[in-house]
Nanobody, 123 residues
Framework: QVQLVESGGGLVQAGGSLRLSCAAS????????MGWYRQPPGKQRELVAT???????NYGNSVKGRATISRDNAKNTVNLQMSSLKPEDTAIYYC?????????????????WGQGTQVTVSS
């Protein structure tokens, strides 16, 4: 019924920047917290940044000062801009959102993940 579709990522040189985008689609009624997480090779998934519908933002320690998260509530999209990229930023980046959607017998809600997008930072 609903899905998150990510775009952006790819191969970036160290010191460069990237922009990731994610859109919620389907029978979306409203979206709560949206965010980005990442999973480096051989490591656990970790927080990059989250943003609430009212604009409260939380950044992971490893990206503070280098990342900017933003969202468009009307379009149900969330973006992540990162600069001064380092090889240790290499990871699969996942979009996450809490979505309230229209179902056959009323509204339902759930926590959804995108399929992930690879970001590789070369030294």
């Amino acid at each position: 019924q609903v899905q998150l579709v990510e775009s952006g990522g790819g191969l970036v040189q160290a010191g460069g920047s990237l922009r990731l985008s994610c859109a919620a689609s389907g029978s979306v009624r409203s979206v709560g917290v949206m965010g980005w997480y990442r999973q480096p090779p051989g490591k656990q998934r970790e927080l990059v940044a989250t943003i609430t519908s009212t604009g409260n933002i939380n950044y992971g320690n490893s990206v503070k000062g280098r990342a900017t998260i933003s969202r468009d509530n009307a379009k149900n999209t969330v973006n992540l801009q990162m600069s001064s990229l380092k090889p240790e930023d290499t990871a699969i980046y996942y979009c996450n959102a809490f979505i309230i959607y229209n179902a056959d017998f009323g509204a339902r809600q759930g926590d959804y993940w995108g399929q992930g997008t690879q970001v590789t930072v070369s030294s």
